[in-house]
């Protein structure tokens, strides 16, 4: 048999040469590279509701922050002269919104001439002209800041039963509010990181004893949970947060034991294992980066329900001692008198509605836009 080769057949020379002789390379890339966060900001801003409701929660922040500073009045300065005082605001009365009016009822139409009574100014409109027992009775609306002699001052949501002006109470209780709840959903995600990171990557035993453990604490009614630490502990700030903490955290740790058992298995995860990588550093660079959306959507979730659950604590007496103010001590207060002066339970019940309604919508959105498979949308 002739042992053929490309010395013995001539003719075959180049004809298996590659037609086109230029240099087999990528395109270059048009853009710079996109990280993970970036792609996601980005994405974050296409969601209009979720930025209409963060900018929200940011104006109820400043308020919180420097609110009480706007005006001269304390959160505490009583004056018994100017209680229950009605909403005023300054071009607003202007309009005919919070213009600082009352109406009187049952008045004598022969002494609406009484300058001592009805000062210059203060009648602003007479009202439904009546016999009752052979005397002429009407209803008055008047400017209740000139009728009781406080004609230049301003209380922008009112006063309360001691005279306090409501709007550096509610905006300082708002600011405490905050406090309790960040500070609380801060230490549970913490707690919740570890607590479920050890579970969830060691498994086993380990995760058998530790979410027991878990069911036994769950177990315990929150109420009474909050009731024993304000027992002990007084009607404080430290109290409230650390009866949050009890409880607090076990559904952040739930959520990411069930995150390392998703991940931990992944191919990276295990040849970084198997190069010798130490489990500090699986964990920590490895795994928990992606629980980050997941924890981030659960955290902004968890901030309004602890508002809430401090509300309620104030609503039903639990609250913080007085004269500390809060939403749920606003709220608390504002119910005795809600058919006289609903404005007192009005101004609270819409700052907690737009903190809880901002806050789930604002989840939403980073809940969406932290979302790795929808990466690449925009």
Not at 20 to 25: D, G, I, Q
Not at 110 to 126: F, N
Not at 242 to 268: C, D, H, N
Not at 320 to 334: A, H, N, T
Request: charged share 15%; aromatic share 14%; proline share 6%.
């Amino acid at each position: 048999m002739t042992n053929i080769n490309e010395t013995s057949i001539p003719e075959f020379e180049g004809m298996f040469d590659p037609l086109n002789t230029e240099a087999l390379k990528d395109d270059v890339f048009q853009t710079s590279p996109m990280g993970f966060f970036k792609e996601s900001f980005l994405r974050f801003t296409r969601y209009r509701v979720s930025i209409v409701a963060f900018w929200i929660i940011m104006v109820v922040v400043f308020l919180a922050a420097f609110g009480p500073a706007l005006n001269p009045y304390g959160f505490n300065d009583q004056n018994v002269a100017r209680m229950n005082m009605p909403p005023r605001i300054p071009y607003l009365e202007k309009m005919g919104i919070a213009d600082g009016s009352r109406i009187l009822t049952n008045r004598r139409a022969s002494g609406l001439s009484d300058l001592t009574v009805y000062p210059p100014g203060s009648i602003m409109e007479i009202m439904n002209p009546r016999m009752i027992s052979g005397v002429e009775m009407v209803d008055l609306k008047v400017n209740y800041y000139s009728f009781i002699g406080l004609g230049d001052e301003y209380f922008w949501f009112g006063t309360d039963y001691l005279g306090r002006d409501l709007f550096t109470r509610l905006f300082r209780g708002t600011r405490i509010s905050l406090i309790i709840a960040i500070f609380s959903v801060a230490i549970n995600t913490v707690i919740g990181v570890i607590y479920g990171a050890i579970a969830g990557y060691y498994g086993g035993n380990v995760d058998m004893l530790l979410m027991r453990l878990v069911e036994i604490i769950s177990g315990i009614p929150q109420l009474v949970v909050f009731t024993l630490f304000i027992l002990v502990f007084g009607r404080g700030i430290n109290a409230i947060i650390f009866s949050f903490v009890v409880t607090g955290w076990m559904p952040t740790a739930y959520l990411i034991r069930a995150q390392f058992y998703r991940f931990k298995g992944r191919e990276y995860v295990l040849a970084a294992r198997t190069l010798g990588v130490p489990d500090r550093l699986l964990v920590f660079r490895h795994i928990l980066p992606n629980c980050v959306g997941p924890l981030i959507t659960r955290a902004m979730i968890a901030i309004p329900g602890a508002i809430f659950s401090e509300s309620f604590l104030a609503y039903i007496g639990l609250g913080l001692q007085p004269p500390e103010p809060s939403i749920g001590v606003m709220l608390s207060d504002g119910q005795r008198v809600l058919l006289q002066f609903p404005y007192q339970t009005l101004f609270p019940a819409i700052i907690i509605s737009a903190l809880m309604i901002s806050f789930n919508l604002f989840s939403n959105g980073l809940r969406d836009a932290l979302d790795p498979t929808k990466r690449g949308e925009f």
